[in-house]
């Protein structure tokens, strides 16, 4: 291949992890917040390149994983609905919901369809304006915007037949409520690439201030991640607290403006409940009242949909950071990815599905 | 869900910036990319896309290097992108 990769040649990769062993004084704990990163992490087994003093954990960044039970249960009671057309990303149609999910809802009757982008959506209701046309707005501030532009076309448009189930989650508030727990063992963050490329790493500044804890935006390669990961071990050797972006291919200080405009137009900071970790004040995003003509949730009347999560699964502690995959007794026997107890082995990027995919012999 | 893809502007219709969209070459396979977040693109960029939105333009050599990241741990199906084999030349 023409391309021999320097963000994937085993020799850059040794070299890395040689330096981040001679900087090393002491152990830390760092945490990846993206699941796309934990996904790289594990794949090509960069943890085990790593000293033994720096310990990965794997947080909470995977939006199919942290969406709750409950709003799984709202959107297959809005898909088994007459005359709807249901759509959401393929992963998301996989997550079990509290009895079933959206995929099983198709087998049954409901009219489920995947879609790559919110804009199919639209597509779809303008070709169907007999039928209501409901997209499950899922994701973190990366896709938030096109979620968000979607329902500002459908507005000025005048397409009242597509709706959307909004429940979108916001990586700041999550990092903050790792690092409050009186259990938090985190002393260092990998920031998220594709987030940071929409919101600015300036985003961070404020976590960093408040909590003296580096973050060090990376990107998705083996080489991006143990970069972050060398710059992390050096500031907390250094005894510095920094915001750091590794990622500069892509993430820039102010993020996207037009991307963060549009944000701010259609939806608006709400209190969002996580799925395995519960409520976590102003962590989402929902539609302003402006919007409310798009807003599935109260066009269908779901409100009285709750759910209890299952007992068995740890994912809470997962998506924490405070408990590994494989120390879940469930892990590998009782949930596999074909019959997951818990959304981290739903999705690709889960935590769980990321161990038992590379780790399942270890 | 959370992957960004690049992809080079072949031609772009509409002035609309809100309805701006960009015909986008994914090695191959070619989809209407919403160019509403990224005004300054024009034909011959390479743009990351997530979801059918350019969410940035980058430089020719990043733009190869991640999609033959991309192919090589698999994540290109899950986009709705397909690839055709790699060759030599990249993308």
């Known amino acids: 291949m023409k391309f021999v990769d320097e963000y994937r040649d085993p020799k850059i990769a040794l070299a890395i992890a040689e330096r981040i062993a001679q900087k090393v004084t002491r152990s830390w704990v760092l945490m990846e917040v993206c699941g796309g990163q934990t996904h790289t992490l594990m794949r090509y087994g960069l943890d085990e390149l790593l000293p033994p003093e720096v310990e990965l954990v794997h947080g909470p960044g995977c939006p199919v994983c942290v969406t709750p039970l409950e709003m799984v249960d709202r959107a297959i009671r809005i898909a088994s609905t007459p005359g709807v057309i249901f759509m959401s990303y393929g992963d998301m149609l996989r997550v079990p919901g509290s009895h079933t999910d959206l995929f099983q809802a198709r087998a049954s009757g409901a009219d489920v369809r995947i879609a790559y982008s919110p804009l199919d959506a639209l597509k779809i209701a303008r070709m169907n304006p007999e039928r209501k046309v409901v997209f499950f707005g899922v994701g973190f501030e990366t896709t938030a915007p096109a979620n968000a532009m979607a329902v500002w076309q459908a507005k000025r448009e005048g397409l009242l037949n597509f709706s959307m189930i909004v429940s979108h989650v916001l990586v700041p508030p999550a990092m903050r409520l790792i690092l409050s727990s009186p259990s938090n063992r985190v002393q260092g963050f990998i920031g998220p690439g594709h987030v940071c490329t929409v919101m600015g790493f300036g985003q961070y500044d404020e976590l960093v201030r408040e909590f003296h804890i580096p973050i060090v935006v990376g990107g998705f390669e083996p080489i991006d991640l143990l970069d972050a990961i060398f710059m992390l071990v050096s500031q907390l050797?250094?005894?510095?607290?920094?915001?750091?972006?590794?990622?500069?291919?892509?993430?820039?200080?102010?993020?996207?403006?037009?991307?963060?405009?549009?944000?701010?137009?259609?939806?608006?900071?709400?209190?969002?409940?996580?799925?395995?970790?519960?409520?976590?004040?102003?962590?989402?995003?929902?539609?302003?009242?402006?919007?409310?003509?798009?807003?599935?949730?109260?066009?269908?009347?779901?409100d009285d949909v709750t759910a209890e999560e299952p007992r068995e699964c740890i994912s809470a502690l997962v998506l924490q950071g405070l408990r590994k995959p494989h120390?879940?007794?469930?892990?590998?026997?009782?949930?596999?990815?074909?019959?997951?107890?818990?959304?981290?082995?739903?999705?690709t990027e889960g935590a769980c599905a990321a161990y038992y995919q590379y780790r399942r012999h270890a | 869900m959370c992957l960004a893809v690049p992809g080079r502007i072949l031609?772009?219709?509409?002035?609309?910036?809100?309805?701006?969209?960009?015909?986008?070459?994914?090695?191959?396979?070619?989809?209407?990319?919403?160019?509403?977040?990224?005004?300054?693109?024009?034909?011959?960029?390479?743009?990351?896309v997530h979801v059918g939105f350019a969410l940035t333009r980058i430089d020719e050599e990043e733009a190869a290097r991640t999609y033959h990241y991309l192919v090589e741990i698999g994540a290109l199906a899950e986009e709705g992108l397909v690839p055709e084999p790699l060759t030599e030349s990249g993308p």
């Not at chain 1, 259609?266 to 929902?286: C, D, H, M, P, T």
């Not at chain 1, 120390?327 to 999705?347: E, I, K, W, Y």
């Not at chain 2, 986008?24 to 011959?44: H, M, Q, S």
């Open chain 1, 237 to 302: 050797e250094e005894g510095r607290a920094e915001v750091e972006n590794q990622y500069s291919r892509s993430v820039s200080y102010a993020g996207n403006l037009p991307a963060q405009a549009i944000l701010r137009e259609v939806f608006e900071v709400s209190n969002r409940k996580w799925r395995g970790i519960g409520a976590i004040a102003e962590s989402g995003l929902r539609l302003r009242d402006e919007y409310a003509a798009f807003d599935a949730e109260r066009i269908f009347g779901t």
């Open chain 1, 327 to 347: 120390d879940c007794p469930a892990f590998g026997s009782r949930c596999t990815p074909v019959n997951p107890l818990g959304a981290p082995m739903v999705s």
């Open chain 2, 11 to 48: 031609s772009i219709e509409g002035s609309d910036p809100a309805f701006r969209t960009g015909y986008v070459d994914f090695c191959g396979v070619r989809k209407t990319v919403n160019l509403a977040f990224t005004p300054e693109a024009i034909p011959g960029d390479f743009v990351l």
